[in-house]
C-alpha cells in the first residue's frame, strides 16, 4: 500500500515551455491584428 | 523539530528569564501531547454502544440500536448524531467502522473560520463555540471529511460534530464512545502512545492487519488513528486526500495578501506620478461648475 | 465628514432643505406600469416573503442546501459571480485614474455605481445565506478574529471595499444633494480611495478562489487548481470589461435621454477600446488554462462528460468570445461585439458556477440543484439592485461628464 512509486512532478515542464513559445507567437498576432494599419488611424482615434 | 526545538529552548529560557523560573508549559505546546483515539476495526463487533452513549452524552438522537437495523445502510453523520457505525462488506468479512470527526493535528476547519469559532484546543479535540459562529459554512467545505454539520432546519443553526467530549476529558474522564465500547476497539490515549500500540499490533500480527495506520499522515495526521484488517478504500476511506496538512492549502495565498497591500498600493501611486500631468478631468472642472451649478436634479 | 464642514452655517436650515429636497426626489417619475415594474414588484415581494420564511424555520426551508453541500446558489451565484461580475469597477478607475486615459472618463461614475451597487446588493446577499447574520460583526469587532482564514479577509474586504467604493462614487452624492465643500473634499482624495480599492479587489477577487483552495478533494480536477486565486483575478478583469459593455450598451438605450453626447470620445469608441482590452485578457486566461491543463496531463479526463462539460466552458464561453471581441474591433461591427460580451458573461458565470457549486463533489450521488426559492430570492436581490440603480441614475448627474 505504501509502496514508493518515482513520481516526476516536473514531467510536463517541456510540453510547458513548448506552449508558451507557442503563446508569444500567437499572442504578437494577436497584437498585430488589433493594431489597425498605420494610414487608417487618424480615424480610429 | 529542529526548529521547533529551537524555539521551544528560546521560549523556555526567554520566559525563564522573564518571568524568574515560572515555565509555563502551555506555551510551548507539543503536538505529542495531542491526545487521540485508536480505532481498531478488527475488534470492533458493531453493537453501537458508543453510538447510544456518545448520544445520551451530548443530548443528541439516542438510536434504537436493537431494532433500527442502521447498519443495512450507508450512514454518515448529521446534526443529530456526532458519529455511527457502518458496516461494509469485504474480502475480510463483515467490517463495523466508527466514524466521526478526526480531530486532525492541522484542522481545516479552524483554519477556515473567520471567528476562530472552531479551535483546535491545546490538547487535541476540535470544538466549536456558538458565541463566535456566523454560520458561513466554510469549515464545512474545507473539511476532508465532511465532518462539520449544520442544522439546516433551525433558525438560530449551530455547527454539530464530535468535540472528542472536551468536557468529559477536562474531568479527568476518557470520551463517552470509548468508555462504551465492550471490546477495545477504541482506545483512548495520547497520539504518540497510540500510534505505538497500532504499530505494534501490524509487528505481532502482521497477517491480520494492512501495514497501514490510517490517520497517521493523512492530511498531516489526525488524533482518530484506524487499524484495519482490509485497505482503507473498502471501508468508505478516502485514500486520496494526500499527506499535506489541509491548511497549508491556503499559506500562499495568505502569505501574499500583506505583500499586495504593501507593494500595489505603493506601484500604482508610482505609476500614476510617472505618467505625471493633471487628473483626468482636473482642467475642465471649474469651468464646468461655472456654468452648471446646483446639482443635477433638474433634467 | 463634509456634512459638519457644511453645517457650520445653518445646521437646521441646510437639514430641512435637504430633507424636503430628499422627500421631492423620492417620488416615482415616469410611468408606474412599465414592463419591468410589473415583472419586478411581485418578484421582490415573493423574495420578501422567502427571506422571512428562511430566517423562522432555517435554511432548509427554502433552500436545497444539505450537509453534503453547504453552499449553493446563494454563495455560488450572487457572491461569488456578482462580485467578479462587479469588477469593472476597478478595472475602469484604474485605466482613468491610475492611467489617467481621459477616454474612459465618462463612464466612470456609472461604472462605480454599478460596481457600489453590485457589492452592497451580491457580497450583501451573504447575510441571507451566513446562518447566523445577527453575529456578522464579529470578524470585524468580534471576540475571535480568524487571521488564519480566507473567509476573514474576504469579510474585511468586502466592507471595506464598499467604503472605497462609496467615496469614488461620493461627489456625485454631494454634487446632487447641494454640498459643494464635501464634493470637492471627496474628490481631492479620489485617488487615494481609487488605488484602495484597486488593491482590496485584487485580494478578494482573488481571495474568493482563494476560498476554495480547501475543498481540493471536493472539486473535479479539471477545475481545482492551486491557482485558483490567479485564474479568478485574471477572469475578473475581463468579466468587468464585459460588464462594461453589457450594461452600457443596455443603459445607454434606456437612459437615452440623460446622457450628453461626448464630442471627443464617441460612446463606439469606448466599447471597442473595452472589447480590444477584453480580447488581449481572454486571451492571456484562456493560456493560463491551457498550462494548467498540460501541467496536470488533464487530457486524459476530457473524453467524459464533465471534460465535455470543461471544453464547453474554456473553448466555447472564454476562446470563442476571445476571438469574437478581436474580431469586432477590427471590423468595427458592434453587434459582434455585444453577442461576444454576453457570451463572455455567461462564461464567466459558467466558471463560477462550476467551481463552487457544479463540480463540487461531482461523485456525488445526489448533486445539489438551487430550488426555486433560491432562485426568487436571487431575482429579487437583481430587481432591487436595478430599481436603485434606476433611483439613482435619473436623480444624481451620473451620465454627466464626470469631473
Known amino acids: 500500500m505504501d509502496s514508493f512509486t518515482y513520481v516526476n512532478i516536473f514531467e510536463t515542464k517541456g510540453l510547458e515551455y513548448l506552449l508558451l513559445l507557442c ?23 | 523539530m529542529d526548529r521547533r526545538g529551537f524555539l521551544k529552548t528560546t521560549l523556555v529560557a526567554g520566559s525563564a528569564a522573564l518571568a524568574g523560573g515560572d515555565l509555563c508549559a502551555q506555551e510551548t505546546r507539543d503536538p505529542e501531547e495531542f491526545v487521540g483515539i485508536l480505532v481498531d476495526t478488527t475488534r470492533c463487533i458493531g453493537c453501537r454502544a458508543c453510538e447510544v452513549a456518545c448520544g445520551e452524552t451530548h443530548d443528541l438522537f439516542v438510536p434504537d440500536v436493537l431494532n433500527d437495523g442502521a447498519l443495512e445502510e450507508n450512514r454518515s453523520t448529521s446534526d443529530k448524531q456526532w458519529m455511527v457505525v457502518n458496516k461494509f462488506e469485504t474480502e475480510a468479512g463483515e467490517v463495523f467502522v466508527k466514524r466521526q470527526c478526526m480531530h486532525c493535528y492541522q484542522a481545516a476547519c479552524a483554519s477556515a473560520c473567520p471567528t476562530e469559532a472552531m479551535e483546535k484546543t491545546k490538547n487535541g479535540p476540535v470544538t466549536w463555540h456558538g458565541n463566535r459562529c456566523i454560520g458561513c459554512r466554510y469549515c464545512m467545505a474545507s473539511c476532508p471529511f465532511d465532518m462539520p454539520k449544520f442544522e439546516y432546519g433551525e433558525w438560530n443553526p449551530k455547527i454539530q460534530k464530535c468535540t472528542l467530549c472536551f468536557e468529559r476529558l477536562e474531568a479527568g474522564q476518557k470520551p463517552a464512545c470509548v468508555a462504551a465500547c465492550p471490546t477495545d476497539a477504541l482506545m483512548f490515549g495520547t497520539r504518540v502512545k497510540n500510534l505505538e500500540i497500532a504499530r505494534h499490533r501490524i509487528y505481532n500480527h502482521p497477517d491480520d492487519y494492512v501495514h497501514h495506520i490510517y490517520g497517521e ?9 484506524y487499524l484495519s484488517a482490509v485497505p482503507f478504500e473498502q471501508l468508505g476511506f478516502r485514500t486520496d486526500l494526500g499527506t499535506r496538512p489541509y491548511p497549508e492549502y491556503t499559506k500562499e495565498f495568505l502569505y501574499s495578501v500583506p505583500m499586495v497591500l504593501f507593494g500595489v498600493p505603493a506601484f500604482l501611486l508610482g505609476l500614476n506620478a510617472l505618467i505625471g500631468g493633471p487628473q483626468p478631468g482636473q482642467e475642465k472642472t471649474f469651468e464646468l461648475e461655472a456654468g452648471d451649478d446646483g446639482g443635477g436634479d433638474e433634467r | 465628514m463634509g456634512v459638519v464642514m457644511n453645517a457650520n452655517t445653518a445646521v437646521s436650515g441646510e437639514f430641512s432643505r435637504f430633507f424636503h429636497f430628499l422627500m421631492q426626489e423620492m417620488k416615482p417619475r415616469g410611468p408606474w406600469l412599465t414592463p419591468f415594474n410589473v415583472i419586478s414588484i411581485p418578484v ?43 469588477a469593472g469597477a476597478y478595472v475602469i478607475t484604474f485605466v482613468v485614474y491610475v492611467m489617467k486615459v481621459e477616454k474612459y472618463h465618462s463612464i466612470v461614475r456609472i461604472t462605480v455605481l454599478n460596481g457600489l451597487l453590485a457589492y ?48 469614488e462614487f461620493s461627489p456625485v452624492v454631494a454634487e446632487w444633494a447641494g454640498w459643494e465643500k464635501a464634493r470637492k473634499f471627496l474628490k481631492s482624495i479620489t485617488l487615494a480611495t481609487v488605488i484602495l480599492g484597486i488593491t482590496l479587489s485584487i485580494l478578494h477577487q482573488s481571495g474568493l478562489g482563494a476560498l476554495f483552495l480547501m475543498a481540493k478533494p471536493k472539486i473535479h480536477p479539471l477545475w481545482w487548481s492551486e491557482f485558483i486565486p490567479v485564474l479568478f483575478l485574471v477572469s475578473s478583469v475581463y468579466a468587468g470589461l464585459a460588464m462594461i459593455i453589457f450594461e452600457s450598451t443596455i443603459s445607454h438605450r434606456v437612459f437615452r435621454h440623460l446622457i450628453p453626447h461626448d464630442p471627443k470620445h464617441s460612446f463606439d469608441d469606448i466599447l471597442f477600446g473595452l472589447a480590444k482590452g477584453a480580447a488581449i485578457v481572454m486571451f492571456v486566461y484562456y493560456f493560463f488554462k491551457a498550462l494548467l491543463f498540460i501541467h496536470g496531463k488533464q487530457w486524459s479526463m476530457v473524453n467524459d462528460a464533465w471534460g465535455y462539460w470543461f471544453l464547453v466552458e474554456v473553448i466555447g464561453f472564454v476562446l470563442i468570445p476571445g476571438f469574437m471581441f478581436a474580431f469586432g474591433y477590427r471590423n468595427r461591427s458592434l453587434n459582434i461585439i455585444k453577442i461576444a460580451s454576453v457570451m463572455a458573461l455567461l462564461g464567466i458565470v459558467l466558471n463560477r458556477l462550476n467551481v463552487s457549486v457544479i463540480s463540487f463533489k461531482w461523485y456525488a450521488e445526489v448533486h445539489y440543484f438551487p430550488s426555486w426559492q433560491e432562485i426568487v430570492v436571487t431575482l429579487m436581490i437583481i430587481f432591487t439592485e436595478i430599481w436603485i440603480l434606476r433611483w439613482v441614475v435619473t436623480r444624481m448627474p451620473v451620465f454627466k461628464p464626470a469631473h
Not at chain 2, 217 to 225: Q, R, S
Not at chain 3, 126 to 153: E, T
Not at chain 3, 157 to 163: I, K, W
Request: glycine letters at 10%.
Open chain 3, 120 to 167: 452592497i446588493f451580491y457580497a450583501g446577499a451573504l447575510v441571507f445565506d451566513i446562518g447566523r447574520p445577527w453575529q456578522a460583526y464579529n470578524p470585524y469587532i468580534g471576540n475571535k478574529f480568524g487571521f488564519s482564514s480566507v473567509m476573514f479577509l474576504i469579510c474585511w474586504h468586502f466592507f471595506l471595499y464598499m467604503v472605497a467604493a462609496f467615496i
Open chain 2, 217 to 225: 499522515h493523512e492530511v498531516g495526521g489526525t488524533g482518530y488513528i
Open chain 1, 23 to 45: 503563446f508569444w507567437v500567437l499572442f504578437v498576432y494577436l497584437i498585430r491584428y488589433l493594431s489597425p494599419p498605420s494610414k487608417n488611424r487618424k480615424d480610429w482615434h
Open chain 3, 44 to 86: 421582490i415581494f415573493t423574495g420578501v416573503v422567502i427571506i422571512v420564511i428562511r430566517f423562522i424555520y432555517g435554511l432548509g426551508a427554502v433552500t436545497n442546501l444539505s450537509q453534503d453541500f453547504p453552499w449553493g446558489f446563494w454563495l455560488g451565484f450572487d457572491v461569488i459571480t456578482g462580485v467578479a461580475l462587479a
